[in-house]
């Protein structure tokens, strides 16, 4: 069975630093990438996905994400963190056959 | 707007009793999905639908129930077998095929006491 690695559980970074967290999956063929970002007390909202082409892909709030095949990972990236992307981060694989699969996620804390 | 909408956003109950938590889609999605989350964890299954009037259990089914009777609703029961149902549940829904992503709701925090 596929299974997704997030090895950072908590991550704290000063506001304006960059941001990178790593995920990892096990998984014989090229599966379908995501990130999700989830606000205390909230749903997840999705940053963004990969499923083919361009291996650096471009999300929302200022956020990409680069996949890299030889290394099995789909590493979130920000070249500068605001104090409002605190929260947790998931990362999630589907396979060619539909299973979706979620990290264990990444608290992110903001340093004013 | 479409999207999903899950109610109360807080529930209270007392321990012996059965809840049903609410979850309905406008977004014609035929996958509909059910996962728990406790402080400080990540997602963890309870059941999934690919269908109407078809389900399947996930990785944590026991003390849960669920119905899909409708193509836009999904309701999951919490029973009194369940023995720790304090926590955080998140529906979602998704197009079953391709690249596809599940949309979420914004959950329902059950409190039992």
């Known amino acids: 069975a596929q299974s997704v690695t997030q090895p950072d559980i908590h991550i704290t970074v000063s506001e304006g630093a960059s941001l990178e967290l790593r995920c990892n999956y096990s998984?014989?063929?090229?599966?379908?990438l995501f990130w999700y970002v989830q606000s205390p007390g909230q749903g997840l909202q999705l940053l963004l996905k990969?499923?083919?082409?361009?291996?650096l892909v471009q999300g929302i709030k200022g956020f990409e994400a680069e996949f890299k095949r030889s290394q099995s990972s789909f590493n979130l990236r920000k070249p500068s963190v605001h104090w409002s992307d605190a929260a947790e981060y998931f990362c999630?694989?589907?396979?060619?056959?539909?299973?979706?699969?979620f990290g264990p996620g990444t608290r992110l804390s903001v340093l004013p | 707007d479409g999207g999903i909408t899950q109610s109360p956003k807080y529930l209270f109950r007392k321990e012996g009793q059965n809840v049903t938590l609410s979850c309905e889609q406008n977004?014609?999605?035929?996958?509909m999905y059910w996962y728990r989350q406790d402080p400080g964890q990540g997602l963890r299954l309870i059941y999934y639908?690919?269908?109407?009037?078809?389900?399947q259990k996930g990785d944590i089914a026991e003390g849960y129930s669920v119905s899909r009777e409708k193509k836009e609703s999904f309701p999951l029961t919490v029973t009194s077998a369940q023995k720790n149902p304090t926590a955080f549940y998140l529906c979602?829904?998704?197009?079953?095929?391709?690249?596809?992503?599940?949309?979420f709701g914004p959950g329902t925090r059950l409190t039992v006491t």
């Open positions: 639908s690919q269908i109407v009037n078809d389900f």
């Open positions: 979602a829904s998704r197009v079953t095929t391709g690249a596809h992503e599940q949309y």
């Open positions: 990969y499923f083919s082409g361009d291996t």
């Open positions: 998984y014989g063929a090229t599966p379908y």
């Open positions: 999630a694989v589907v396979d060619y056959g539909q299973n979706f699969v």
């Open positions: 977004l014609n999605h035929d996958a």
